[in-house]
Each structure stands twice: as C-alpha cells, then as structure tokens.
C-alpha cells in the first residue's frame, strides 16, 4: 500500500473576526507526533506533518480557544500515546477520543478514562480503509460501555444510507464527524443527510458541524456549508460540537485557513445563545469539563 504524504495546515492563521465566548471547545482537532517520539503507525495509509501539542496550543490561543477535545486519528492507530501525552499537559482543558481494539484489556480502559479520554472512534471512510470490523467494533462498544463514554463515527455520506440501520442500533451516544461528509454538490435534500437529520431528532446522536472544507464544493471560504450545518443545528441544538479539525489530514485542494473556519460560526448558529451551546455548554456537558 503506498503511504501518502499530506499537505501541511496553513503556518498564517488569522486572527478571526468572531470573539469566541469564554470556555469554547474545539472539539475536533489532532495532535501527530512528533514521529521520531511518537511513531506513526506502520500500518497508515498516509503521513501528515508533525503537528505537536505546542503548535496547537499557539492555534488555540490565537482563536481564542480554551477548551479542546483530541482525536485519535488513524496515522496513530490504536497507540493514543500523543494523545495522551497532550492532555496530560493541560488535564483540566483537554479531553481526547480514542481508537482501540477488542484485545484491550479491562486495565488499558480504564486507565484511557483515567487519562481524560472519554470516547472512541471507527472509521469507516474509504480511503482510510473503509468499513471496520463490525464485531470488533461492537465488542470495543460494550467494553467502554460502562465507562460512560460514546461512539464517534467518522464515516463517508454513503454510510449514512449503508449502515443507517446498524449506526441506530447501537445502544450509547453516538458523535458523527463532519456533518456524516455529505457533499454540498448532492443538494440539502440529498438522502444522506436526510437520514443524517433524522438521527439528530433521538436523543442518542451528536454531530460535528466541521469540516466544512471537506464537504464543500465552492472552496473557500466554505459558504455552501452553512445551511447543512444551520439544518442540524435547527434541529437538535443542545446536542452540536464544532472543531476545527486542525491540522486538517488528507486534504487534498483547499488547505482551511482556521481564521476562516471560526468566522463560519456565528453564520452557522445565529445568536448568542446558541453559540454558546455549540461552544461552551454541549461539549461541557459530553466531556464533563465541569465536573
């Protein structure tokens, strides 16, 4: 399999014209390596550029972020440890999603819980290497189960239609990624994010509204997402994260400037008060910053 390299983020971030309220999260965002500490996964399907905890934390502080929620990524496998290095570093602000397999033991679990992780993720995209083990995936399930995490799902549209009836099944909130990547060219209406909205009236779905690079088919600086992200938040506003997805792995056109994908907020959700739910009080609420 050919290992491919990924474009770097964008080094000029600009300062965003929306002020983000205090204690905002972003609640999708990676950290990779640095390789020659923390090795990727010889098993990836692509390379990114290293993207530690340090570069992230300037991102942050120049978006006004406070909060963040750290995703494993499958240029790591299921080895979470710059995930975890990372938030230990900040172990009140960050929190973090984790890849696993069913041969974890019952003491790797918890001591992932014990490390602010409160959630996993399967990736079902396809040029990730598609579908996973559905029964791995359900055994994984019912061992973090009791710990009260959730499922986040990283899937393609066409999933949406594949797998609608396994994705319900699953008993445990369940987090999508990306707005479930339906692309903007297939209209609001398109079947995908049709069955998209219906999850989000079950009190057991969450969606990202990010990725908005990743689903549009304008290019910067993304406008065509915004009804799809208003769509959901219209309908399920206290169960809607945001992120930026930084360092922005495997796109392959228009690199996001991340300035620009935090003034997409306040025309995704209209009023204060919803952007204080996007930002502040749904990812509180998930990830127990409170607590």
């Known amino acids: 399999m050919t290992i491919k390299s990924c474009m770097p983020p964008d080094p000029d971030t600009r300062t965003p014209v929306f002020k983000m309220p205090a204690k905002s999260c972003d609640a999708h965002c990676h950290v990779f390596g640095p390789g020659d500490k923390f090795p990727y996964a010889a098993e990836r399907s692509y390379t990114p550029p290293d993207a530690p905890r340090e ?3 300037e991102l942050h502080e120049k978006l006004g ?6 995703v494993q990524a499958s240029c790591h496998g299921v080895d979470n440890s710059a995930m975890l290095d990372a938030i230990a570093n900040n172990k009140d602000n960050y929190r973090g999603v984790c890849m696993a397999s069913d041969s974890y033991s019952n003491d790797e679990f918890e001591r992932l819980h014990e490390g602010g992780v409160r959630g996993v ?8 290497g598609g579908t996973p083990d559905i029964e ?7 061992r973090v189960k009791p710990l009260g995490w959730h499922l986040v799902i990283h899937m393609d549209a066409a999933d949406l ?26 209209g ?9 909205l219906n999850f989000m009236e079950r009190e057991d779905f969450w969606v ?3 990725g908005s690079e990743r689903i549009s088919q304008a290019g910067p600086p993304f406008y065509d997402a915004i009804p799809y992200a208003q769509a959901l938040i219209q309908v399920a506003p206290d169960r809607i994260l945001w992120g930026t997805d930084w360092p922005h792995p495997n796109i392959k056109e228009h690199m996001p400037n991340d300035g620009d994908l935090v003034d997409l907020i306040p025309l995704f959700a209209l009023d204060e008060t919803l952007q204080k739910k996007v930002l502040v009080d749904n990812p509180a609420r998930l990830y127990g910053f409170d607590e």
């Open 136 to 142: 791995q995936m359900k055994k994984v399930v019912d």
């Open 161 to 186: 239609i594949e797998f609608e009836d396994l994705f319900a099944s699953i008993d445990m909130p369940k987090v999508i990624d990306h707005m479930g990547r339906v692309p903007t060219s297939g």
């Open 55 to 57: 570069k992230l934390k």
């Open 208 to 210: 990202k509204v990010c």
């Open 65 to 70: 972020v406070e909060r963040v929620v750290l």
């Open 121 to 128: 993720r399967f990736n079902f995209v396809k040029h990730l």
């Open 188 to 196: 609001i209406h398109q079947q995908p994010f049709q069955i998209l």
